[in-house]
């Protein structure tokens, strides 16, 4: 008996003492919490309000005898009209909230970080930009945004961090991205969400969020590696793509200086921003993406370069720059 | 001959012949065309179904009760919850009410002798039948691990597991619903006994109707993306894979084009039998009929163009997401209309508490929170930290669980008097359903709580802190188990040893209780001729003053 | 008594009535209320194939011309008048039972009809989906790639308009099959003397199911066979 009341003490004292949300560490998780309070608030009395009135009901509207008769059931439009307008209003209500949180919560900052993952079974492999690469941990600074942009190998995953708040799925043959600004030093749960086979329990990791100098002091210690963008570089070389992309441009294929983040329009007559979608499109199914006074000649890299080296390459091209260029 | 008020006292002189006895043997009941043993029939079949499923559901629970797993290694536990999801919504859920309750009743509450196509409704089962053994089949072979939703790539080039064998099994399934649906749309439009106009119809049809229009137009869309899938899994002809052209997330509309509707499939027929219930049990007519009767309506409706909230998180357009969070939150308030009128119907009745009551009062708390927690899934921002968590897992288990299959309870106990023509012993039944009813609450309350802390779901092993909730609501599983089983003791009991039920134990309104208990074949000694409006309970005139 | 009244009753119903309803011309209407819904059911069906192949369609518009001027217009445009035909002499069996005509009347249309829809599986199988054999376009393991080097980096969209063509068409003849079983059944019931000037509604709501195989047909045509312009000038 003691030892059950023991027991039972002591999971009492672990329910109050357990918290109802996870650490709130990045620049939304305090709104997204509070909309969650809301929603929780409106739940609450709702759901109060049915159960007493229901219960407020059933004793005092108890059948006292087999013959008793109820009143006649009058319908009054007053109440229908009461109890569809204001759930309406409170919709409305919760709508424009919560879009308007998930509206800034779909635009990156300026001067976010780039961070690149590929997601695979059952692992995540996270890249920064200038050169480290991580498995199933991700280090950043506190307070810098981070913009994740991210693929998958093979099936679908998700990308979940239940302290920033954020989640979206990581998707083969396509980039989809998030953002999050970490505000609290700490260590964070990484947990994949999209259902993706065996070991999809096991596809999980940490978020280091560190001081500056911590941060710094992480980049530095690790082993030397090359940028993305230098990768990018060599790739480049290596894969014969410079033979036709010639800086400066006279090649017979455009120079990509400067090209990343502007408008251009294809041969097809539609324009597209030339952004980590259409360049990795260009790689993998050339002659859909070709530009006029250009043969389309560019033979693929389908089946050639994995997700990781077409990151490579893009760095590379965006680190050609994204000034305007002037007449080629 | 009006319909008679209900006189529970004086039952007049009975026939023997009824529509369980007027035949006997294995084939009159397999080659039978009569819609009340049809019903029976699909009883058998679900309850088996639902043992399935639940086993798996209990194996998946006590695994749960150790972070890594205390029973079944990952790939093992990745099959019981499919298994779970795969038996429970097209096996289960999606027939219940409509094939066991909706076949017996419907042409008995609208003055019919049969359905439309007594014959279509017979094969309708046999295809049923054929669906189930391919599931089972599939289960045999080891079971698929995709979860109940094959998203590709993976269910169509990844999973080793006999997905083509399980698709076949849903695939026949559909065509079950799809045939029984339209036997219920043509019968309820063509064979209503004179005088029982539309508003005149008991909300049971109502609902039912509603549900009907969904078998019809969605399910034949889950039938050809099933089709799709096998075809993809057979011949990899790059529909759905990325690598030669296909679209994975094409996959995701196209099944939840369906899969949105079909869960108003399962929760539209619980609903219609609340109203019958709280309308019985409180002797009073229904508050709002035209209210509820196109509350149905418009959630089926609605319910069609709202598919797109289960994919928020997959990188869709801003603008998609907005439309179908504004539409999410528009379907929601005929449901809460419909709570409403069920609370206010309460007012000033005559209210009684056996076992049906206490299931129909059950479903209202506990439907209210499912639907309520629903708002946050609409909510763009929180749907974004909740999807695929255990949140969503707990909010529809409060509506599956809590709502339908507590309506699903409620309407086999108050029907089986009628069905059987017996009784069964009220006081284990009020305490089943209150084991249900907290049992279920144990099980799932603590599953929203570990959903916002960050548990994602259909996780085989999980983060350590996680584990005093999962192990809270594995203790509340096994209490619903033993809420589920004290049912199939007493109503097995009942069939033999039960007291005769006579016409109309509970002094309800509605044609069924009219007839004799068990029916006769042919439903009604003489076909009814409607003069009254539903519900339509003796009431006390309001006082002179 | 009331078995007396009883066989009054029987003996007024009319041949093929059924004893769930109150009377033929409701089992009329229900008949016919079925079968709509029924097509309604078929056009969702049929519907998500076609939204799969409009979508993939508009993004893949070079490689589905390419796979459409693959396709032998002269067959499927054969096929389309065979059908329509095939149409016009159901609706001539069932004016024909409306009007009262002989058992072998109706037969001879009815029989007309499953001939035409005969004659459209027949040049599908074997000139269509024949020549798609032994050319090598058949989607899957065998698919004709190596030998096509004009598709370039359009052949995996090639092989996905294929697969849309053998799925949209194949359930199509799917249904063919079917409703040439349907219509022996209904030459057999022709002529055991079931129908009459008052009931032919079996004939009635069959034909609107062959009406309906014809329509999805009709769509099928324009969509699959005559993309991308194949004369000069378009």
């Known amino acids: ?328 | 001959m009006s319909t008679a008020t209900a006189d529970i006292h004086h039952d007049p002189v009975e026939s023997n012949v009824n529509y369980l006895n007027s035949s006997y043997g294995i084939k009159s009941w397999l080659l039978t065309v009569d819609h009340k043993r049809i019903g029976l029939m699909y009883l058998a079949v679900i309850t088996f179904m639902f043992l399935i499923g639940g086993v798996a559901a209990t194996l998946m629970r006590l695994n749960l009760v150790e972070p890594q797993g205390a029973l079944v290694e990952p790939e093992t536990y990745n099959k019981l919850f499919s298994t779970h999801g795969i038996i429970m919504v097209f096996f289960f859920l999606v027939p219940s009410i409509p094939a066991t309750l909706g076949n017996f009743l419907i042409p008995i509450m609208i003055g019919a002798r049969d359905v439309a196509f007594p014959k279509l409704n017979l094969m309708s089962w046999y295809i049923f039948v054929t669906g189930c053994i391919f599931a089972m089949i599939a289960i045999i072979s080891g079971g698929v691990d995709t979860g109940w939703t094959f998203y590709p790539p993976y269910s169509s080039l990844y999973s080793h597991t006999p997905v083509v064998i399980m698709a076949l099994g849903i695939f026949i399934a559909g065509f079950s619903s799809i045939l029984t649906g339209l036997n219920f749309v043509v019968t309820i439009h063509k064979m209503r006994a004179p005088g029982m106009t539309w508003f005149r119809l008991p909300l049971f049809i109502w609902a039912l109707y509603a549900t009907s229009l969904i078998f019809i137009l969605g399910t034949p869309v889950i039938a050809i993306t099933i089709f799709l899938l096998g075809l993809e899994r057979l011949f990899h002809v790059g529909i759905f894979d990325p690598a030669i052209g296909g679209d994975p997330l094409l996959f995701q509309h196209l099944f939840w084009f369906y899969s949105h509707p079909a869960v108003y499939i399962m929760i539209l027929p619980s609903m219609g039998v609340i109203s019958e219930l709280i309308t019985a049990f409180s002797r009073k007519k229904i508050f709002g009929y035209s209210f509820v009767a196109f509350s149905s309506l418009a959630i089926a409706v609605i319910s069609f163009v709202v598919w797109g909230h289960h994919m928020f998180v997959t990188g869709q357009s801003v603008y998609a997401g907005l439309v179908f969070s504004v539409l999410s939150f528009i379907v929601a308030i005929p449901s809460a209309i419909k709570v409403f009128n069920w609370t206010a119907t309460l007012y000033k009745g005559s209210i009684s508490y056996q076992a049906p009551m206490l299931y129909a009062l059950g479903f209202i708390g506990l439907f209210t929170i499912g639907g309520l927690t629903g708002l946050f899934l609409a909510s763009l921002a929180t749907d974004v930290h909740l999807n695929g968590t255990y949140f969503v897992v707990a909010h529809f288990h409060y509506i599956m669980v809590g709502g339908a299959l507590m309506g699903y309870l409620g309407g086999i106990h108050f029907w089986w008097p009628k069905i059987t023509g017996r009784m069964y012993p009220d006081i284990w039944a009020r305490v089943a359903a209150a084991i249900v009813f907290i049992g279920f609450n144990l099980t799932f309350f603590p599953q929203f709580v570990v959903g916002y802390l960050g548990m994602p779901r259909r996780y085989a092993v999980y983060s350590t802190e996680f584990q005093f909730l999962n192990i809270m609501s594995s203790a509340g599983a096994s209490v619903l188990a033993v809420g589920y089983a004290i049912p199939l003791v007493y109503l097995i009991w009942s069939m033999r040893y039960g007291p005769p039920a006579g016409r109309n134990p509970w002094g309800a309104k509605g044609l069924e209780w009219t007839t004799q208990s068990p029916p006769p074949t042919e439903n009604f000694d003489v076909p009814p001729i409607v003069t009254e409006d539903a519900y339509n309970y003796a009431y006390a005139e309001a006082p002179h003053v | ?234």
């Open chain 3, 1 to 234: 008594m009331s078995e007396m009244a009883a066989h009054d009753a029987h003996a007024a119903h009319p041949p093929g009535f059924a004893h769930q309803f109150e009377d033929a011309g409701q089992q009329k209407d229900a008949g016919t209320l079925g079968m709509w819904a029924f097509l309604v059911t078929e056009i969702l069906f049929f519907g998500g194939m076609f939204t799969s192949y409009i979508i993939y369609r508009s993004l893949h518009l070079p490689g589905f011309i390419i796979g459409s001027h693959l396709l032998l217009v002269k067959f499927g445009a054969t096929n389309t008048a065979v059908l329509i035909c095939s149409s016009l002499t159901m609706a001539l069996a069932i004016r024909s039972a409306q009007t009262g005509k002989s058992k072998s009347t109706i037969i001879w249309w009815l029989v007309l009809t499953m001939i035409l829809g005969a004659a459209f599986l027949a040049l599908k199988f074997t000139f269509e989906w024949h020549a798609d054999y032994v050319e090598h376009t058949v989607p899957g393991a065998f698919f004709g790639f190596e030998n096509r080097p004009e598709w370039g980096p359009n052949a995996p969209y090639v092989q996905m308009f294929m697969c849309f063509y053998f799925f949209m068409t194949g359930l199509h003849a799917l249904h063919m099959v079917v409703g040439l079983g349907i219509l022996t059944v209904l030459v057999i019931m022709t002529a055991r003397g079931k129908f009459s000037s008052e009931y032919y509604t079996p004939l009635e709501i069959s034909g609107l199911y062959w009406h309906f195989v014809d329509i999805v047909w009709i769509f099928l045509f324009p969509l699959l066979y005559l993309i991308g312009g194949r004369y000069p000038g378009s």
């Open chain 1, 1 to 328: 008996m003691i030892g059950l009341a023991q027991t039972g003490l002591q999971s009492a004292a672990a329910l109050a003492l357990m918290p109802f949300q996870p650490p709130a560490a990045s620049s939304i998780a305090g709104d997204v919490d509070q909309l969650y309070y809301l929603l929780s608030a409106i739940t609450i009395f709702f759901s109060v309000l049915i159960f007493s009135i229901i219960f407020y009901f059933m004793v005092k509207y108890r059948r006292r005898s087999e013959d008793e008769i109820p009143p006649e059931t009058h319908t009054s439009m007053a109440l229908e009209l009461t109890w569809t307008i204001i759930p309406s209003l409170i919709c409305v209500v919760l709508f424009v909230w919560a879009s308007a949180l998930y509206v800034r919560e779909s635009r990156p900052p300026a001067n976010a970080t780039e961070i690149f993952v590929i997601g695979k079974q059952w692992m995540w492999h996270l890249q920064h930009p200038e050169g480290p690469r991580e498995i199933n941990e991700l280090h950043v600074p506190v307070n810098v945004p981070v913009k994740i942009t991210m693929t998958s190998q093979d099936v679908i995953h998700d990308f979940y961090v239940p302290a920033f708040r954020v989640k979206k799925d990581a998707l083969p043959g396509r980039y989809t991205s998030l953002w999050f600004d970490p505000t609290e030093i700490g260590t964070y749960h990484l947990f994949c969400a999209q259902y993706c086979g065996t070991d999809h329990g096991e596809m999980i990791g940490w978020i280091y969020v560190m001081s500056a100098k911590d941060y710094a002091a992480w980049l530095a210690g690790g082993e030397k590696t090359e940028s993305m963008a230098q990768q990018g570089e060599r790739l480049f070389t290596q894969y014969g793509c410079i033979e036709c992309h010639v800086a400066g441009g006279g090649g017979r294929a455009p120079s990509l200086a400067g090209l990343y983040g502007q408008p251009e329009k294809l041969a097809s007559g539609e324009t597209r921003v030339v952004d980590e979608a259409l360049i990795r499109q260009a790689i993998l199914v050339p002659n859909s993406v070709h530009v006029p006074n250009y043969q389309p000649i560019m033979p693929t890299y389908q089946g050639q370069l994995n997700e990781e080296q077409i990151l490579d390459l893009i760095a590379y091209v965006k680190s050609l720059g994204s000034q305007e260029r002037n007449g080629k």
